[in-house]
């Protein structure tokens, strides 16, 4: 069992960054892939970015790569996502996941957080 609570969320113009952030709870944070997905209005949830249990191997979607950078500290349970140069099209809402499998590829959320606003204005 984990618990996430992410945060950083906000509103910013194209162009701009935010640092969203993702508090787990637990003394098995290292056994989880953990990863960011969002949800855009009318949209499906999609994924983003996931980081390998040893925060090493990284992997992104297409729309993010180059922009997004996620990363991970084990010893203060927390995983981020750094977002640059955001386009109006990241608009969503961003979700923390775990995920007991080790493939970061292929993720998927065991565990949710509750989400962050993202807004990206023209």
């Known amino acids: 069992q984990v618990q996430l609570v992410e945060s950083g969320g906000g509103l910013v113009q194209a162009g701009g960054s935010l640092r969203l952030s993702c508090a787990a709870s637990?003394?098995?944070?290292?056994?989880?892939?953990m990863g960011w997905f969002r949800e855009a209005p009318g949209k499906e949830r999609e994924f983003v970015a996931a980081i390998s249990r040893s925060a090493g191997p990284t992997y992104y979607a297409d729309s993010v790569k180059g922009r997004f950078t996620i990363s991970r500290d084990n010893a203060n349970n927390m995983v981020y996502l750094q977002m640059n140069s955001l386009k109006p099209e990241d608009t969503a809402v961003y979700y923390c996941a775990a995920d007991l499998r080790p493939f970061i590829a292929t993720m998927s959320g065991d565990y949710w957080g509750q989400g962050t606003q993202v807004t990206v204005s023209s």
């Open positions: 637990g003394r098995t944070f290292s056994t989880y892939v």
